[in-house]
């Protein structure tokens, strides 16, 4: 199957994979193990502006939950992250940080708030349960840490509410961002979160039963066709105007929260017990070497970068493009980019230099693209 | 890139990309974050001709290096694992179960010993690096946990000997399987091991300098033109043949290294402390409740496998088959199966269900099937 990957048990596909095939799936990635679906014949461009004035069902499978419950689930989180959780109540969606002892980033999941001793980490692509379940080992912490038979179906787009109102009523539609509530699905109880990989987000459907996959596609499914729905899957030039990053594109375990702009993410003042404290007050304290930020750059639509592209000042390099696009709404190519301290001010101008040996001006702007003109 | 497949930053390339692209690649498959080259042109079978003819050089940098290093780094290996590397030396290679507190496979890693207090574990596609990062910090091991910068480059085939002699002497041609040694190279020192992921195995190089991939591809490359060398990848039906069980393929945290014949490398006397002893333990008292066989099926070339299939006996399912391939050599359909007790004897006939709903009549057999006949 496919003319260039290769299918095999080791990539998995979701619950909802004959639903997707069916749909035409011509585009794919691969994300924690499985096949991400990402396009259905029609281009990126196309997609997002789809996507930006109707609704999508995406298969976001992908997104895997790595459960934490039991006397010392709340320790065990807290420790994984620099983000001050005493706070934290159930009902609510936390981004996270994760870190190791050197303060690199091992994944950034959004952490489900289930009851005070039960937690999802929702997982960008990394093995997160593998560092769980390490911790929890090595240090005996009274938990259990599994990988839920949970997988996620997404409705994206501005008209997402309304699909959302006539499958489950009134009351799903006052759901505030990254808050959850439960659905009644063919007599289970499912858990729906308000969030999702796109710049106005929408619902998503943590399904925990793999046999109701395609009766829910199929409900939703037709729920969606009054609103125009597409199949579609997380877009990149939508992503990127909203500055959405992406772990393992403008981060690995190279880089530290504060570079990424998390600061406001991480407490440091020695009131909470994490992984990487120290490093990340030596960091904070001498002030990060590099910041995330966009560069505006012109001439045609730039190609997909898929390896860093250095980023110069005169001879100077002073950073890395790590994913670009075409932005049709701005008219201009958009870069996500890791600066050099004193060249991270908005309107500083930069030379990108192409793959194909070719360079381009641009300009440092700070994200996200769609809202920031500086 | 690619019809299928997008290329992003997060599914890394290798040093060697530019010569796999030179070189025509066209097919992927995707493994612990990386591309990983497959096929260049060729069908699986002519591949497979060619490679158990003459020899192919293979782009394997997906297979990463765990490297955990320091004081504590023996005993946290040995802790890792159930098989016994007490008398585990230094320039020897060793296939080890990873497991964790349940006895589910992790990994199954090859551990290269370069000192005392120094080891790589060869990764499959999990990530192996979070899980002993997190056991070093939960149990506060005085080890550094990395992943260096190594691309392993090898070279696979019968014909594999000739090239590495006329690249590096005589010597080289001496060392024995899954045993490493040391080359120069360029004016380095580079790891090379007798072993890869063919039947025949050959030798991997272990590039520790990402600035020589292209040397040392074109290096090989022109040692290999009087062999008729060609590029290549991990074969299907070669690794079908000789048995070869591939991690998130046959096995994945729902199997025991019992099930999987790996009984061999389980030391469950109690005189070696390892995650999950109890656990194996408990189950090699039951005996098995499952065990890793072949099944041989016939009927018209079958289609690739990427999700499980059913295999039945009268009404009863049994088992399934999770790789299959028709063997050219064997003349007949092969899979890898998992068979319940009671079921497993080689010579039961078996039903499988094939994806399209038809069925197969097959035959329970020994691995590898190249060389058993029952």
Redesign the interface.
Known sequence: ?????????????SPYFNRVRDHGV??????N?MILP??FGMSAEEAYWHLNEHVQIWDVSVERQVEVKGPDAAKLVQWLTPRDLRQAIAGKCYYIPVV??NGGM?NDPVLIKIADDHFWLSVA????L????????????DVTVT?PDVNPLAIQGPKAEAVMRDLFGEAITKLKFFHFDYVELFGTRQLVTRSGFSAKAGFEIFLNESSLAEPLWDLVWEAGQPYNMLPGGPNLIDRMEAGLL????EMTAENNPLEMGYGKFCTLDGSIDC?GLSALQRIDTDGAARMIRGIRFDGSPCP?????WPVSVGSQRVGQI??ATFSPRLNINIGMSLIDRGFWDAGQTVTIHLPDATMRQGTVCHLPFATNTD
Do not use: W
Request: hydrophobic share 35%.
């Open positions: 199957m496919s003319d260039g990957l290769h299918f095999v048990r080791r990539i998995r596909t011509s585009g794919y990635s691969v994300y193990h990402k396009s190791d002892a091992l692509d990394s093995d997160l593998l560092y769980v379940k390490g911790l929890a080992i090595g240090a005996g912490f990988e992406g772990y393992g594109n992984i997909p970068c898929y390896v860093p790590t994913s």
